[in-house]
């Protein structure tokens, strides 16, 4: 199972940039597809992006696509988010997940992930 812990988040201006990551302490990293996820207060959880076990395919939510990117290092055991032209709706706890497959179908969906990291808050000032 995976164990994912969170780090890289804090306060930073509109336009600016943040970079998230999110490390797996256990011993099967390679095996996981990864999803980066954001959820704000009184908001359902929502997908951002996902990227497949080897790291050679992604996939963005049309809210990010071309303002965030995903990437993963899987001799490090991490996986990445660069967020860059940040506004102030993005401010959200941002999660980490690690799943079985990398589906169309599953990949985009909080419910095809296993395990989930406790959350690092971004926060987007105006």
């Known amino acids: 199972q995976a164990q994912l812990v969170e780090s890289g988040g804090g306060l930073v201006q509109a336009g600016g940039s943040l970079r998230l990551s999110c490390a797996d302490s256990?011993?099967?990293?390679?095996?996981?597809?990864m999803g980066w996820f954001r959820q704000a207060p009184g908001k359902e959880r929502e997908f951002l992006a996902a990227?497949?076990?080897?790291?050679?395919?992604?996939h963005y939510a049309d809210s990010v696509k071309g303002r965030f990117s995903i990437s993963r290092d899987n001799a490090q055991n991490t996986v990445s988010l660069e967020m860059n032209s940040l506004k102030p709706e993005d401010t959200a706890v941002y999660y980490c997940?690690?799943?079985?497959?990398?589906?169309?179908?599953?990949?985009?969906?909080?419910?095809?992930?296993?395990?989930w990291g406790q959350g690092t808050q971004v926060t987007v000032s105006a």
């Open positions: 997940a690690a799943g079985p497959r990398y589906s169309e179908m599953l990949r985009t969906s909080a419910e095809g992930y296993k395990s």
């Open positions: 256990g011993r099967a990293f390679s095996d996981y597809t």
């Open positions: 990227i497949s076990k080897s790291g050679t395919r992604t």
